[in-house]
């Protein structure tokens, strides 16, 4: 009798089959990447939305609090609303001590620096008083008009 030859099915991968599964994972992998990166996206903006909404409030809430003050005190807004009005882009405009110094540097450490190019930024607090009360309109606008928060509250005198 002859010796038989047995073969044996070739095992593992031919060069054609690696790189496909290669190619296929880089196009799931590069997928995953992009949604990671749009997602971190999201979340810098929501943080930023809350923060700007925090932020509203608070401005708000100082103005209430400042309008318990005496009706003779200078700080009270109902004796001078003009003077916390203003914009909030460049906190150098005002003093320190002044409220709105504080805002801008609060605003400027946690959502970063107004950004005059992008032209849709916005950072405007309007108190005026209509006679019967005030109103308190303010206008967060960041990340390139993308993040926004607008508050606007009647204050009455008591």
Known sequence: MG?????????????VEALVAMAIFTIGFSGLYFFFGASQQVIADSEKRMYINLMADR??????????????????????????????NNCSSYNTGDDRREWCDDLNANIG???????????????????????VNVSLVTGGGSVSAYFTRKLRKR
């Open 3 to 15: 010796a038989r030859v047995i073969r044996h099915p070739s095992q593992g991968f031919t060069l």
């Open 59 to 88: 401005i708000v809430e100082t103005i209430s609090a400042q309008a318990m003050r005496p009706s003779t005190d200078p700080l009270n807004p109902f004796v001078n609303a003009s003077q916390y009005s203003g914009s909030l």
């Open 113 to 135: 620096a107004f950004n005059a190019a992008s032209g849709q930024e916005i950072r405007q607090v309007d108190v005026t008083n209509d006679g019967t009360g005030l109103i």
